[in-house]
Structure formats: structure tokens, C-alpha cells
């Protein structure tokens, strides 16, 4: 069966640090993967996406990337972090194709001080 | 373009009493329509998946839902809720547009149970 692992689970940053969220898929090859950020009493936002090794596709601009260095490890980073990027991040894969729904990892909590 | 609508942000249910969850969407084409439920601090889980084969649905922990695509609706049901369904709940649309499998999300219901 296929599993998804992210980490860390919490992570406390200041101000202008950098950023290096990991996730992995075991189970599965060439999965499509993603990056969400979910705030405070708000819904998912869809940060990335990636449909292969190094194809990533960016949702929103913003202070954050992404990167796919293997088939099934999805990096989401930032070179120097803001306090507008505290929240939830869900990292996900799916099968390729249409309809196919996402499986998610537990998240990681980001608190930016 | 494809949405969803949840009629609700919160309910709030006894134990033992059945849970409705009302979902509507819009598609210009026959959706793929999901529920996923997300516990305090948690990923979220698919619950159930419709793809346009039975319009009643199955899904883990004693929940269903039915597509009616009259009512363009999706609503998420459960006849008796426990303690552990306490959670937020998510209705989901698939895009038609794109290949790879785009989600629109629903805005949540959040869902309380009382002994």
C-alpha cells in the first residue's frame, strides 16, 4: 500500500530564516504531487504542483518553492520566511489521470515569530 | 469552471443521533466528487469518492453519500454519530480542465458531537 510522510510535524522559525519542508510517497511511481497551505479558519489554498521529476507548477505567487529532486520526494522551501507564511502545510499525491482523489500526509505546523 | 458549495459551517449532533452534512456543486459536466474529514491537526482523510458509478456511496466508518445530480447535490450522512466523528468535514470537486487532477475544496463544516 502507499504511504506518505512529511516533516517535521511543528516547526517554530523567526523572522528572515530559511525553510525546508520535506515529504515522501512510498508505494507508487510517478505520482502527481502537491503542496497546500491551509490558515487559520480558512481552506486549503494549493500552493504547488508537480507532475514528474523537476515539472513544478506554481498556484500562487508568493515567497515560497518548490522542488521535485526525485520521483517521489517533493521539497516546498523559502530562502527568507515571513510572518504571512505561518500556517498549515499538506503535502499530497494522487495517481495521474483525471478524477483521481489526493491522499495526504499529516502536515507540518509553521510558526513564523 | 467547477465549485462546491457546504451549506454549513458548523453542526452540532448528540451521540447516537444521525449526522447530515449538505453539499451542493456545480459542474457544467458530471463531476467526480469527494468527502474528506480532517481531525484537530491532522491530514486530511478521503472518506468516500463518487465517479459517476452508483449514486449512493460508500465510504470507511459507517458513512455514505448520495450524488443526486438534480439537485446538484452531495450530501455526506451517517445514522448514528460517535464521539469520534468530531472533526471538520470536507465536500470536493475534481476539475474537468486539467489533466492532473485539479481539487476545488469546499469552505468546511465543522462538526461537533455531545454525549
Given at each position: 500500500?502507499?504511504?506518505?510522510?512529511?516533516?517535521?510535524?511543528?516547526?517554530?522559525?523567526?523572522?528572515?530564516?530559511?525553510?525546508?519542508?520535506e515529504?515522501?510517497?512510498?508505494?507508487?511511481?510517478?505520482?502527481?504531487?502537491?503542496?497546500?497551505?491551509?490558515?487559520?479558519?480558512?481552506?486549503?489554498q494549493?500552493?504547488?504542483?508537480?507532475?514528474?521529476?523537476?515539472?513544478?507548477?506554481?498556484?500562487?505567487?508568493?515567497?515560497?518553492?518548490?522542488?521535485?529532486?526525485?520521483?517521489?520526494?517533493?521539497?516546498?522551501?523559502?530562502?527568507?520566511?515571513?510572518?504571512?507564511?505561518?500556517?498549515?502545510?499538506?503535502?499530497?499525491?494522487?495517481?495521474?489521470?483525471?478524477?483521481?482523489?489526493?491522499?495526504?500526509?499529516?502536515?507540518?505546523?509553521?510558526?513564523?515569530? | 469552471?467547477?465549485?462546491?458549495?457546504?451549506?454549513?459551517?458548523?453542526?452540532?449532533?448528540?451521540?447516537?443521533?444521525?449526522?447530515?452534512?449538505?453539499?451542493?456543486?456545480?459542474?457544467?459536466?458530471?463531476?467526480?466528487?469527494?468527502?474528506?474529514?480532517?481531525?484537530?491537526?491532522?491530514?486530511?482523510?478521503?472518506?468516500?469518492?463518487?465517479?459517476?458509478?452508483?449514486?449512493?456511496?460508500?465510504?470507511?466508518?459507517?458513512f455514505?453519500?448520495?450524488?443526486?445530480?438534480?439537485?446538484?447535490?452531495?450530501?455526506?450522512?451517517?445514522?448514528?454519530?460517535?464521539?469520534?466523528?468530531?472533526?471538520?468535514?470536507?465536500?470536493v470537486?475534481?476539475?474537468?480542465?486539467?489533466?492532473?487532477?485539479?481539487?476545488?475544496?469546499?469552505?468546511?463544516?465543522?462538526?461537533?458531537?455531545?454525549?
Amino acid at each position: 500500500s502507499q504511504t506518505i510522510h512529511q516533516w517535521p510535524a511543528t516547526l517554530v522559525q523567526p523572522v528572515g530564516s530559511p525553510l525546508s519542508l520535506e515529504c515522501t510517497v512510498e508505494g507508487t511511481s510517478n505520482p502527481n504531487l502537491y503542496w497546500y497551505r491551509q490558515a487559520a479558519g480558512r481552506g486549503l489554498q494549493l500552493l504547488f504542483y508537480s507532475v514528474g521529476i523537476g515539472q513544478i507548477s506554481s498556484e500562487v505567487p508568493q515567497n515560497l518553492s518548490a522542488s521535485r529532486p526525485q520521483d517521489r520526494q517533493f521539497i516546498l522551501s523559502s530562502k527568507k520566511l515571513l510572518l504571512s507564511d505561518s500556517g498549515f502545510y499538506l503535502c499530497a499525491w494522487s495517481l495521474t489521470g483525471k478524477h483521481q482523489p489526493q491522499h495526504f500526509g499529516d502536515g507540518t505546523r509553521l510558526s513564523i515569530l | 469552471a467547477q465549485s462546491v458549495t457546504q451549506l454549513d459551517s458548523h453542526v452540532s449532533v448528540s451521540e447516537g443521533t444521525p449526522v447530515l452534512l449538505r453539499c451542493n456543486y456545480s459542474s457544467s459536466y458530471s463531476p467526480s466528487l469527494f468527502w474528506y474529514v480532517q481531525h484537530p491537526n491532522k491530514g486530511l482523510q478521503l472518506l468516500l469518492k463518487y465517479t459517476s458509478a452508483a449514486t449512493l456511496v460508500k465510504g470507511i466508518n459507517g458513512f455514505e453519500a448520495e450524488f443526486k445530480k438534480s439537485e446538484t447535490s452531495f450530501h455526506l450522512t451517517k445514522p448514528s454519530a460517535h464521539m469520534s466523528d468530531a472533526a471538520e468535514y470536507f465536500c470536493v470537486v475534481s476539475s474537468l480542465t486539467d489533466s492532473w487532477g485539479k481539487l476545488q475544496f469546499g469552505a468546511g463544516t465543522q462538526v461537533v458531537v455531545t454525549p
